[in-house]
């Protein structure tokens, strides 16, 4: 049976860390000072050695923001050109694959969506976090999903139901928690855009770019 092929979305479906591209993208508007930007990429930095939770450093790094909706369209518009070399020039790919291709992030459905619609992926198939707005029309991230919290991966992934084989393919180690906790049969590391210490040795395959994913797919 063909795999389901579960796709990260920051650093794997795109070249770039969506959250500190806004970051820079409100810097360069004057909303945001260097200083502020600095900070972001830290609690990045501490959310990734694990010195703080997952759910904490997205929370934190959203009071910096004070996001609103209307600077989710410049942000798309970058998106769009941030799209990972190797996943651009196999679009058609993606098109004739569709009916087995999601996406898991612990990023936001708003900006996701409409990235993959050109690859053929659909809202419905995008496992993913979602903005609320306050009274100031301020972004928070929607604390209902597990993947406002710390290791929401694996749970988003298990109460999916595959019934097919699931592999990830991303390039972090969360997205590799998902296949330690259950919830996956192969990790596939996909290193063209970086390439994280420790993740590459606990991937079933390490993959420079997607025509090795399609290679493996194919002989699935
Ligand atoms: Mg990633």
Redesign the pocket.
Known sequence: MKPILLF?????ITNV?ALDLLGEQLAANGRLTAHDVAQIKHITDQGMAGEIGFGQSLEKRLDILKLQVVDLQDLIATLHHRVSESIDRNKTWFLSHSDRIWIV?SGFKEFIAPVVHRLGIEPDRILANEFVWDSRGIGHVAKASPLAHDQGKPKVVAAANFTQPVWII???Y??YEIKLHGAADKFLA?TEN?RRPGVADVADHVLLNLEELIELDRNA
């Not at 990260?8 to 794997?12: G, L």
């Open positions: 990260d979305f920051d650093s794997t860390e992030s991303g390039d972090g969360t997205d996909f970086v």
